[in-house]
């Protein structure tokens, strides 16, 4: 109670300290002409006053205007900008409609963006993620987030985000504000959320505003598209590894719809497979579909929108050998469900609300089930077991978020939250007749305030804080999270950044290997497990050295508390779910800091940037490596990407980008040592994560040709070749023995090997579509 | 029609090709170098007995007889300024123990121009079997045995059992053998040995009961948290427990009582 009063005091100070200057309020939409569909921050500026704000993620603006005429520009990255000369003498409501630039240019101008460095932050043009060439020419958001500074991904080919040292569960990944638990199709290769779907990602690498908390690394701020108001559009598009359709358009003057959606097709290889008399069958599927429905109503918007995805893998054998035959039958099945009721109305013109109902659901299901027959001379014995993992997470919550603009210098946001998280683990294994299921329902409170402050013309602050509490099991953790910024432009070519930022995770993950499988399992804090901290500091400059160059760089520093880890000698391939306390190792620190840079051509033919982060990321256990501090596994010392785009003509466009990337840290044995009672020599390790797999790098290219029909739709052929150069990347090592006979075949040892296994040679790739 | 078609061929073919293809390659691990590893038993019982081995490359032939040393001297050295030497057959070394229990020893080794030496080991007071009850049942076919002992204040104990048969006439062919140990006091929990002896000729059965130091435990547990199994990923292990200074294995304490079991 303390801390709330101190919080709501806090408010007071924010809005009573600043001298309220009330004059007039000009607020409204910006919107594009052609579908009407919300421009997510446009900028509307008054020259002479130097004065301007930008659209939230509804494309609703708020500025506070003096009395009299004033000219107002409103500017979108791609679109004409647009000038309106108002005379203001009372409250003004405008409905602003902005055009793209006309077609003959749009090759050159669609890459134009905004020319300012956001430190901490990176904002994915959406036309990169088509453009970027991947492995099947499927686009990723999450494969190209990663050619971003202070954003790695995992293994050879998985999708799965590590930023700033952190581990995938630390990335807060929202869906149209719905947290998303599971990230990754197929093992982690695709990211679960099509691109066709996406209007804008946000990544926050730092200095969170205090409305995002939850995890400890980044948060992925996922809009999806409204769909078009005016007019039905689709799009069908055709992959080597999937397919994909998205349609939208009106449903009434007053409404419209948007669905996507994705599936592939390795299944229907077996489309035509017997199960019956085969010895080995395997099928598997993946499909995420992504639909919402817009409302406008006399006052407000209401939105509903809904995502599924799911993996399912089914295999089947049967061997026989000597006098033993085995039939085992497997499934595996995980993925996502939200969905989401937003209702958002400006209730003044100052004041805008923004109301969710939500629902979060992440499941994953490991099913074994064998028959094995061993024949006798006189009996034939039949043992039948069943092995199942099941468990799911599934959040409830109600949200409301508030944009209050104070006065021309102060942008105040506050919320609050209300979540019901449920645990729900589920395992059967009839070999040693086990049979169990925890439930366990946990409730999760958090508000947050925060203040955009405009200081002066060259210094802006963004000073906040966030408030959690979390009952579980008779246990209650609660904590206030400060974050502040402070952005100084001595002129428009240049900014330094400073910002400091404390955040708190309740959940964790219970993870294998990072390969996204299902035997991810989340699990709440308890009395013996804390949730997890992070503070981070960062400093950080971007310099516009020309129209075109954008320079920036940024450091920071990193400290994580109350990690867990899976002990030494646990199989982390089949965590036991449900003593799962005593198979980690508790109260781990973590050290994560490097220096990022960048340097990117924004517009013209040819587009493009160079990022290179050198970090430093560590982990330290009093039950682990002795004790001692080893890297994290993602221990990334160089990270180095080249990606560029050239615009030939305006049907052809080439596309090429180059990763270099020091190897994963591993620990590899450093010797080989008898040891009596074993059969077998035993491996020494020289320190957990001492070693490293080969350096990673490859190079892909693409060419990308589209011709617009008649009717104006367009036709779009893409062909890529990942890894073109054929590099052997490690996705993972493996250990192997084998034994060693004298004349006599008499086993007289055992040789050991490591192999290294790749899994991505050179791909070549194709995909069609058509847009109408 | 004829370009559609061209299309859809190659993206055909490009199916069949986009699919995951697994490459595996010999993956060379630069080896360390050579070192010593010892396990070495300290007792009072008349004999300290010690094992000598070298390390090697990963991928090196693993022998299960190895090699013996051109050259292996080790001595027993006591705090106090005394030394025992060992004396080796092949690898393995044997030497007379005169100390006593509550003394400091370091194990000093030289093989083959390697040498190491042990963290100082203190030798402790010998663990006694206190009583023992047990039940033997030739038509259920099993021995059912309680092991009491006293723990020693103030130092940790680790205990294990080892069973041996001694044959001198066949009357059980096949007998479940099941131990329990039990401390006098209760503070320990009871440990149990579960034994099939299938089909095996004994009538006699040693049991012995050892009291170790931490030093084995540790050194076992490390090698079991780095033992995955085979085929496995390498994943996270841990340094290999060890001390023996310069190489690895280590320098405990075995003490052993004995009970015989005659059916």
């Given at each position: 109670?303390?801390k709330?009063?101190?919080l709501?005091?806090?408010?007071?100070?924010?809005?009573?300290?600043?001298?309220?200057?009330?004059?007039?309020?000009?607020?409204?939409?910006?919107?594009?002409?052609?579908?009407?569909?919300?421009?997510?921050?446009?900028?509307?500026?008054?020259?002479?006053?130097?004065?301007?704000?930008?659209?939230?993620?509804?494309?609703?603006?708020?500025?506070?205007?003096?009395?009299?005429?004033?000219?107002?520009?409103?500017?979108?990255?791609?679109?004409?900008?647009?000038?309106?000369?108002?005379?203001?003498?009372?409250?003004?409501?405008?409905?602003?409609?902005?055009?793209?630039?006309?077609?003959?240019?749009?090759?050159?101008?669609?890459?134009?963006?905004?020319?300012?460095?956001?430190?901490g932050?990176?904002?994915?043009?959406?036309?990169?993620?088509?453009?970027?060439?991947?492995?099947?020419?499927?686009?990723?958001?999450?494969?190209?987030?990663?050619?971003?500074?202070?954003?790695?991904?995992?293994?050879?080919?998985?999708?799965?985000l590590?930023v700033r040292?952190g581990t995938p569960d630390e990335n807060l990944i929202l869906l149209d504000g719905i947290p998303v638990y599971n990230a990754?199709?197929?093992?982690?290769?695709?990211?679960?959320?099509?691109?066709?779907?996406?209007?804008?990602?946000d990544v926050y690498k730092g200095n969170f505003p205090a409305r995002f908390g939850g995890r400890l690394s980044s948060v992925i701020d996922i809009?999806?598209?409204?769909?078009?108001?005016?007019?039905?559009?689709?799009?069908?598009?055709?992959?080597?590894?999937?397919?994909?359709?998205?349609?939208?358009?009106?449903?009434?003057?007053?409404?419209?719809?948007?669905?996507?959606?994705?599936?592939?097709?390795?299944?229907?290889?077996?489309?035509?497979?017997?199960?019956?008399?085969?010895?080995?069958?395997?099928?598997?599927?993946?499909?995420?579909?992504?639909?919402?429905?817009?409302?406008?109503?006399?006052?407000?918007?209401?939105?509903?929108?809904?995502?599924?995805?799911?993996?399912?893998?089914?295999?089947?054998?049967?061997?026989?050998?000597?006098?033993?035959?085995?039939?085992?039958?497997?499934?595996?099945?995980?993925?996502s469900?939200t969905?989401s009721?937003?209702?958002?109305?400006?209730?003044?013109?100052?004041?805008?609300?923004?109301?969710l109902i939500g629902y979060s659901h992440y499941?994953?299901?490991?099913?074994?089930?064998?028959?094995?027959?061993?024949?006798?001379?006189?009996?034939?014995?039949?043992?039948?077991?069943?092995?199942?993992?099941?468990?799911?997470v599934k959040d409830e919550f109600v949200q409301s978020n508030?944009?209050?603009?104070?006065?021309?210098?102060?942008?105040?946001k506050f919320g609050s939250s209300y979540t019901i998280h449920h645990f729900?683990?589920?395992?059967?294994?009839?070999?040693?007749?086990?049979?169990?299921?925890?439930?366990l329902a946990s409730r999760e409170l958090s508000m947050y305030l925060e203040?955009?402050?405009?200081?002066?013309?060259?210094?802006?602050?963004?000073?906040g804080a966030r408030y959690s509490i979390f009952y579980t099991?008779?246990n209650r953790f609660s904590r206030i999270e400060p974050r502040?910024?402070?952005?100084?432009?001595?002129?428009?070519?240049?900014?330094?950044?400073?910002?400091?930022s404390v955040s708190r995770q309740y959940v964790h993950l219970l993870s294998?290997?990072?390969?996204?499988?299902?035997?991810n399992?989340w699990v709440p804090p308890?009395?013996?497990i804390s949730p997890q901290d992070a503070t981070q500091?960062?400093?950080?400059?971007?310099?516009?050295?020309?129209?075109?160059?954008?320079?920036?760089?940024?450091?920071?520093?990193k400290?994580m508390t109350h990690l867990i880890?899976?002990?030494?000698?646990?199989?982390?391939?089949?965590?036991?779910?449900?003593?799962?306390?005593?198979?980690?190792?508790?109260?781990?620190?973590g050290?994560?800091?490097?220096?990022?840079?960048?340097?990117?051509?924004?517009?013209?033919?040819?587009?493009?940037?160079?990022?290179?982060?050198?970090?430093?990321?560590?982990?330290?256990?009093?039950?682990?490596?002795?004790?001692?501090?080893?890297?994290?596994?993602?221990?990334?010392?160089?990270?180095?990407?080249?990606?560029?785009?050239?615009?030939?003509?305006?049907?052809?466009?080439?596309?090429?980008?180059?990763?270099?990337?020091?190897?994963?840290?591993?620990?590899?044995?450093?010797?080989?040592?008898?040891?009596?009672?074993?059969?077998?020599?035993?491996?020494?390790?020289?320190?957990?994560?001492?070693?490293?797999?080969?350096?990673?790098?490859?190079?892909?290219?693409?060419?990308?040709?589209?011709?617009?029909?008649?009717?104006?739709?367009?036709?779009?052929?893409?062909?890529?070749?990942?890894?073109?150069?054929?590099?052997?990347?490690?996705?993972?090592?493996?250990?192997?023995?084998?034994?060693?006979?004298?004349?006599?075949?008499?086993?007289?040892?055992?040789?050991?090997?490591?192999?290294?296994?790749?899994?991505?040679?050179?791909?070549?790739?194709?995909?069609?579509?058509?847009?109408? | 029609?004829?370009?559609?078609?061209?299309?859809?061929?190659?993206?055909?073919?490009?199916?069949?090709?986009?699919?995951?293809?697994?490459?595996?390659?010999?993956?060379?691990?630069?080896?360390?170098?050579?070192?010593?590893?010892?396990?070495?038993?300290?007792?009072?019982?008349?004999?300290?007995?010690?094992?000598?081995?070298?390390?090697?490359?990963?991928?090196?032939?693993?022998?299960?007889?190895?090699?013996?040393?051109?050259?292996?001297?080790?001595?027993?050295?006591?705090?106090?300024?005394?030394?025992?030497?060992?004396?080796?057959?092949?690898?393995?070394?044997?030497?007379?123990?005169?100390?006593?229990?509550?003394?400091?020893?370091?194990?000093?080794?030289?093989?083959?121009?390697?040498?190491?030496?042990?963290?100082?080991?203190?030798?402790?007071?010998?663990?006694?079997?206190?009583?023992?009850?047990?039940?033997?049942?030739?038509?259920?076919?099993?021995?059912?045995?309680?092991?009491?002992?006293?723990?020693?204040?103030?130092?940790?104990?680790?205990?294990?059992?080892?069973?041996?048969?001694?044959?001198?006439?066949?009357?059980?062919?096949?007998?479940?053998?099941?131990?329990?140990?039990?401390?006098?006091?209760?503070?320990?929990?009871?440990?149990?040995?579960?034994?099939?002896?299938?089909?095996?000729?004994?009538?006699?059965?040693?049991?012995?009961?050892?009291?170790?130091?931490?030093?084995?435990?540790?050194?076992?547990?490390?090698?079991?948290?780095?033992?995955?199994?085979?085929?496995?990923?390498?994943?996270?292990?841990?340094?290999?427990?060890?001390?023996?200074?310069?190489?690895?294995?280590?320098?405990?304490?075995?003490?052993?009582?004995?009970?015989?079991?005659?059916?």
């Amino acid at each position: 109670m303390r801390k709330i009063r101190y919080l709501w005091s806090v408010f007071l100070v924010v809005v009573f300290v600043i001298k309220i200057n009330a004059q007039y309020q000009l607020t409204g939409y910006v919107q594009d002409q052609k579908s009407d569909e919300a421009l997510i921050g446009a900028n509307i500026y008054v020259d002479a006053t130097q004065n301007g704000t930008s659209t939230n993620e509804y494309g609703y603006f708020s500025l506070e205007l003096g009395e009299g005429a004033i000219e107002i520009r409103v500017s979108y990255l791609g679109y004409k900008t647009k000038v309106y000369n108002l005379d203001i003498t009372t409250d003004t409501v405008l409905k602003i409609l902005l055009v793209k630039e006309n077609l003959l240019n749009e090759i050159v101008v669609k890459e134009k963006r905004s020319q300012k460095f956001q430190e901490g932050k990176v904002s994915l043009p959406i036309g990169l993620l088509s453009q970027i060439p991947t492995i099947a020419s499927e686009s990723d958001i999450f494969k190209s987030l990663s050619m971003f500074p202070g954003i790695s991904t995992g293994r050879e080919g998985t999708s799965s985000l590590f930023v700033r040292g952190g581990t995938p569960d630390e990335n807060l990944i929202l869906l149209d504000g719905i947290p998303v638990y599971n990230a990754t199709h197929l093992g982690g290769y695709f990211s679960v959320i099509n691109s066709d779907a996406i209007k804008t990602i946000d990544v926050y690498k730092g200095n969170f505003p205090a409305r995002f908390g939850g995890r400890l690394s980044s948060v992925i701020d996922i809009q999806t598209k409204e769909g078009n108001r005016n007019e039905t559009h689709g799009k069908i598009g055709l992959g080597v590894l999937t397919s994909n359709m998205m349609l939208e358009g009106p449903v009434s003057k007053r409404a419209s719809y948007f669905v996507s959606g994705r599936a592939s097709y390795f299944g229907l290889i077996n489309i035509f497979t017997d199960k019956e008399k085969v010895d080995y069958y395997f099928d598997y599927w993946l499909y995420d579909f992504n639909g919402k429905l817009n409302f406008d109503l006399k006052k407000g918007k209401l939105f509903f929108s809904a995502y599924m995805g799911n993996d399912v893998g089914v295999s089947y054998s049967n061997d026989t050998y000597k006098t033993q035959s085995n039939l085992s039958d497997e499934k595996i099945k995980w993925g996502s469900i939200t969905l989401s009721s937003r209702y958002i109305l400006p209730v003044t013109p100052k004041l805008f609300a923004k109301f969710l109902i939500g629902y979060s659901h992440y499941h994953s299901l490991f099913r074994l089930k064998s028959l094995t027959e061993e024949y006798f001379i006189n009996d034939t014995l039949l043992t039948l077991a069943t092995y199942e993992n099941n468990s799911f997470v599934k959040d409830e919550f109600v949200q409301s978020n508030w944009d209050y603009v104070l006065n021309s210098k102060n942008h105040v946001k506050f919320g609050s939250s209300y979540t019901i998280h449920h645990f729900v683990a589920g395992s059967i294994d009839t070999i040693s007749n086990f049979n169990g299921h925890s439930a366990l329902a946990s409730r999760e409170l958090s508000m947050y305030l925060e203040d955009k402050y405009k200081l002066s013309r060259q210094i802006k602050l963004n000073i906040g804080a966030r408030y959690s509490i979390f009952y579980t099991n008779n246990n209650r953790f609660s904590r206030i999270e400060p974050r502040f910024s402070l952005r100084y432009e001595p002129s428009k070519k240049l900014n330094f950044s400073a910002s400091y930022s404390v955040s708190r995770q309740y959940v964790h993950l219970l993870s294998s290997n990072g390969f996204g499988f299902p035997n991810n399992i989340w699990v709440p804090p308890t009395d013996k497990i804390s949730p997890q901290d992070a503070t981070q500091y960062s400093i950080g400059s971007g310099w516009q050295v020309s129209a075109n160059y954008l320079v920036g760089i940024e450091s920071y520093y990193k400290k994580m508390t109350h990690l867990i880890d899976y002990r030494s000698g646990i199989d982390p391939d089949e965590p036991p779910i449900f003593d799962w306390q005593n198979i980690v190792t508790k109260d781990g620190v973590g050290t994560a800091y490097g220096v990022e840079s960048i340097m990117e051509k924004r517009n013209g033919k040819m587009t493009g940037f160079i990022s290179y982060t050198l970090s430093w990321s560590f982990r330290q256990f009093k039950d682990l490596n002795q004790g001692l501090v080893f890297p994290h596994s993602y221990d990334r010392r160089h990270d180095f990407s080249v990606l560029g785009m050239y615009t030939l003509t305006s049907h052809w466009l080439l596309s090429a980008n180059w990763i270099f990337q020091t190897g994963t840290a591993v620990s590899l044995p450093i010797a080989s040592i008898p040891v009596p009672g074993h059969q077998y020599s035993i491996e020494v390790y020289g320190g957990r994560n001492s070693g490293r797999m080969p350096n990673y790098h490859r190079l892909d290219v693409g060419v990308e040709y589209k011709k617009r029909t008649r009717k104006n739709n367009e036709f779009k052929i893409k062909a890529s070749i990942y890894n073109l150069y054929n590099r052997q990347n490690a996705s993972f090592l493996l250990t192997g023995q084998e034994p060693f006979f004298d004349a006599n075949y008499n086993q007289i040892g055992t040789r050991k090997s490591i192999e290294q296994v790749s899994m991505f040679s050179l791909i070549p790739s194709l995909s069609l579509s058509y847009k109408f | 029609m004829r370009t559609v078609s061209l299309l859809l061929f190659c993206w055909g073919i490009l199916s069949f090709t986009a699919c995951e293809r697994e490459k595996k390659l010999t993956f060379e691990i630069p080896f360390e170098g050579e070192k010593l590893v010892v396990y070495g038993y300290l007792n009072e019982d008349g004999t300290s007995e010690i094992e000598v081995y070298k390390s090697q490359p990963v991928g090196d032939d693993f022998i299960n007889s190895p090699l013996p040393f051109s050259e292996i001297k080790a001595q027993l050295l006591s705090l106090n300024g005394d030394s025992v030497p060992y004396y080796f057959d092949k690898n393995k070394g044997k030497c007379l123990l005169t100390g006593s229990s509550g003394a400091d020893y370091t194990l000093a080794v030289q093989a083959d121009g390697l040498s190491v030496t042990s963290s100082t080991v203190s030798l402790p007071t010998k663990v006694k079997i206190d009583s023992v009850l047990y039940t033997f049942s030739l038509d259920s076919a099993n021995i059912s045995m309680r092991i009491f002992f006293t723990p020693p204040t103030g130092i940790t104990g680790y205990y294990a059992m080892g069973v041996d048969k001694i044959i001198s006439d066949s009357i059980v062919e096949s007998m479940d053998f099941k131990a329990v140990v039990v401390s006098t006091d209760n503070v320990l929990s009871p440990y149990e040995l579960d034994r099939k002896i299938y089909r095996r000729d004994a009538d006699k059965f040693v049991v012995k009961f050892y009291s170790l130091s931490h030093h084995v435990y540790d050194f076992y547990e490390s090698v079991r948290q780095n033992s995955g199994e085979f085929g496995s990923h390498i994943s996270d292990k841990t340094p290999l427990w060890t001390n023996i200074i310069g190489g690895y294995g280590f320098f405990a304490t075995a003490t052993a009582d004995t009970v015989v079991i005659q059916l």
